[in-house]
């Protein structure tokens, strides 16, 4: 962590028409960086051109809130998005740590403290479990459950990352240490692909990882 200061982190929020979510949860993680000025926290919105304007919401609500950003780019899968994030983030925000978390609600803006105490404990990839003990799939649909399902037999089974339990979790605490030193443009850019080929490297890289429940 950078010396002389607060530790940094910065929550990337991938969007595509989110208009109807993103003030509320901008608003929900205003109250969470509030409380804990132990953090310097920046969130970033990798926004895919949204035709319903959620960027123009973003800007409205950047107008007082510096540590609010905005990305805007094409829509070229959510693997792509995150990478562009990744970039940004690392060369302009430069934080300790990097936040990959959904803008639908489906993530708890509270549980960011959780990380991030695990990780001023020294974790590197800390990931937002379904599937351990305390954890739950909810407000899912039924699709998704099925093709997270399958992803996470495929990832323990075939790709050697065993002794996780939610390999697909979109809800991650990540060290920017670790993604300074990847080459993130061989990350595969489908969905459940980034999430596992980012998993992948991590436990390649023997970084110590953790779950909590989500």
């Known amino acids: 962590m950078q010396e002389n200061s607060h530790p940094k982190a910065c929550i990337i929020l991938p969007t595509y028409n989110e208009r109807e979510n993103i003030g509320k949860l901008a608003k929900n993680l205003q109250?969470?960086?509030?409380?804990?000025?132990?953090?310097?926290?920046?969130?970033?919105?990798?926004?895919?051109?949204?035709?319903?304007?959620?960027?123009?919401?973003?800007?409205?609500?950047?107008?007082?809130?510096?540590?609010?950003?905005?990305?805007?780019?094409t829509k070229k899968g959510l693997g792509e998005a995150y990478k562009r994030g990744f970039f940004y983030a690392l060369e302009k925000l430069?934080?300790?740590?990097?936040?990959?978390?959904?803008?639908?609600?489906?993530?708890?803006?509270?549980?960011?403290?959780?990380?991030?105490?695990?990780?001023?404990?020294g974790y590197d990839f800390i990931i937002g479990s379904r599937y351990i003990p305390g954890g739950d799939c909810v407000n899912l649909e039924f699709k998704r459950k099925i093709y997270s399902w399958l992803a996470n037999i495929i990832a323990k089974k075939i790709a050697g990352i065993g002794k996780i339990e939610d390999c697909t979790s979109g809800f991650r605490c990540i060290s920017a240490r670790f993604l300074k030193n990847l080459d993130l443009k061989k990350l595969s850019s489908n969905s459940y692909g980034f999430q596992l080929s980012l998993l992948h490297a991590a436990v390649k890289k023997k970084l110590k990882i953790l779950e909590i429940p989500i």
Not at 40 to 66: G, Y
Not at 94 to 117: E, R, V
Request: aromatic letters at 10%.
């Open 94 to 121: 430069k934080p300790d740590y990097i936040f990959q978390m959904d803008a639908d609600f489906q993530h708890n803006p509270g549980d960011i403290k959780k990380f991030l105490q695990k990780a001023q404990k």
């Open 31 to 73: 109250k969470v960086i509030k409380n804990m000025p132990q953090w310097d926290i920046d969130v970033l919105v990798v926004d895919d051109n949204s035709p319903d304007k959620t960027a123009d919401v973003v800007r409205q609500f950047q107008k007082e809130r510096s540590h609010f950003h905005l990305l805007s780019g």
